[in-house]
């Protein structure tokens, strides 16, 4: 009789969290034919498909949602027990910096560091958030141990070469409204819903990527620029206008503001991706672990 594995829970796991078979093998360094028998065995041993094919990927179906929902649960908890395990071994203890884009630092890097502090109390971490240009030399010079950057869509090819990439969260961009705004009710919203709003942008210096309107509406009308999150939501939460976020910054969204999806058949999304120099530190990899716990929780809650 067909049994689950933690190898397959884990499969499966990326698969639903990536949305496709490729992006799932690349993510965990497998071929796509080892990604497509550990689902099989999983499916074997569920006793139903998982996944729905499609030529645009693929979509849990009701077996692979409850799987899925547990897997996390298993999965961080595995993770958890080697943590704490690995405080009973070696006691990490000393220094770790980790930076982070200002939007990864508001909720997700700030959750996993406390995931580790509790199994490794005497281990002190310094979190620096800037731009991902200044984030990348700062990691490459040795001045920070971990970064969390985002690529995708509309963002730079940034050069990663020599650097351990670790992909934590194929993540959606919302759009941040008030609570008394006309959309603020809705489940999903559509682009052309969109064309008529005001936009509050991100502003930043030469280089630096920054959120503006809806990626792929024509002609927004931007009334505000700010450069902190803080004041960009602000404004929103006033009514002033709306924002674009990432959907990992929803749990840090402050009173007044709400996030609604956008249904765009034009967007391919980003994701959200953790660096580390080739040979990372055992205290590197401790981080890296629990940014990949914390990022699928956030994604499950979302």
């Known amino acids: 009789m067909a049994e689950f594995t933690i190898t397959g829970l884990r499969v499966v796991h990326q698969v639903a969290t990536t949305g496709s078979f490729t992006r799932a093998a690349e993510a965990l360094g497998y071929t796509q034919s080892a990604v497509s028998r550990q689902v099989a065995a999983t499916e074997a041993a569920a006793g139903a498909p998982l996944f729905h094919r499609g030529g645009r990927g693929v979509a849990l179906t009701p077996a692979g949602a409850v799987l899925v929902r547990r897997a996390t649960e298993i999965l961080a908890d595995l993770a958890s027990t080697e943590l704490e395990l690995a405080g009973l071994r ?6 770790l910096t980790v930076g982070a884009y200002p939007t990864a630092a508001m909720a997700l890097v700030p959750r996993a560091m406390a995931e580790v502090v509790s199994g490794h109390p005497g281990l002190a971490i310094v979190l620096e958030d800037a731009s991902t240009p ?4 700062r990691v490459r010079a040795g001045r920070l141990d971990v970064v969390v950057i985002g690529v995708g869509q509309g963002l730079p090819e940034y050069d ?12 959606h961009l919302l759009v941040a409204v008030a609570d008394t705004h006309r959309l603020a009710e809705r489940t999903a919203v559509t682009v052309p819903e969109l064309a008529r709003e005001h936009w509050i942008a991100g ?3 030469p280089g630096e990527p920054q ?4 990626p792929t509406l024509a002609n927004p009308r931007i009334v505000s620029t700010a450069r902190s999150w803080s004041t960009r939501l602000g404004l929103v939460a006033a009514g002033m206008g709306i924002t674009v976020v990432p959907e990992l910054a929803r749990p840090a969204l402050p009173a007044g503001v709400r996030a609604v999806p956008i249904t765009d058949s034009h967007w391919a999304g ?9 040979r990372p530190s055992a205290q590197a990899q401790v981080m890296v ?11 499950h809650a979302g």
């Open 134 to 137: 200044a984030l990348l030399r």
């Open 270 to 278: 980003r994701a959200t991706i953790a660096l580390t120099p080739p």
């Open 211 to 214: 959120f503006g309107a809806w």
């Open 203 to 205: 502003e930043g210096a």
């Open 160 to 171: 990663l070469d020599e650097l351990r990439q670790t992909t934590l969260l194929h993540g």
């Open 90 to 95: 070696d006691r990490l203890a000393g220094r």
């Open 289 to 299: 672990t629990a940014l990949r716990n914390q990022a699928a929780r956030l994604h």
